[in-house]
């Protein structure tokens, strides 16, 4: 499974801006994909993360602003962020598990005035 995410950039607070991870591959042996992000100094974290039935979580952080999504063919996930933070700066990462995990190479969120 190959993962290639865009969408990233430069954006004010309480901007929004809407990240794409595209999969290729053997996507059928996909069980779940999830976004993580990782800041200057910090840990990588996941904070979204969807099923192939469609179950989504998020974590506190994110919640009612961020929602992800996949679309029908199931090669592309999305992550719309709205109300944006300067704390939201970070590396973005999509994942995808199987029997194996794979990542994308990252896409960077920068969110300032």
């Known amino acids: 499974v190959q993962l290639v995410e865009s969408g990233g950039g430069l954006v004010q607070p309480g901007g929004s801006l809407r990240l794409s991870c595209a999969a290729s591959?053997?996507?059928?042996?996909?069980?779940?994909m999830g976004w993580y992000r990782q800041a200057p100094g910090k840990e990588r974290e996941l904070f979204a993360s969807?099923?192939?039935?469609?179950?989504?979580n998020y974590a506190d952080s994110v919640k009612g602003r961020f929602t992800i999504s996949i679309d029908n063919t199931r090669t592309t996930m999305y992550l719309q962020m709205n109300s944006l933070k300067p704390d939201d700066t970070a590396v973005y990462y999509c994942?995808?598990?199987?029997?194996?995990?794979?990542w994308g190479q990252g896409t960077q969120v920068t969110v300032s005035s």
């Open positions: 994942n995808a598990v199987s029997r194996l995990v794979y």
């Open positions: 591959g053997s996507i059928f042996s996909i069980n779940a």
């Open positions: 969807i099923t192939t039935d469609g179950s989504t």
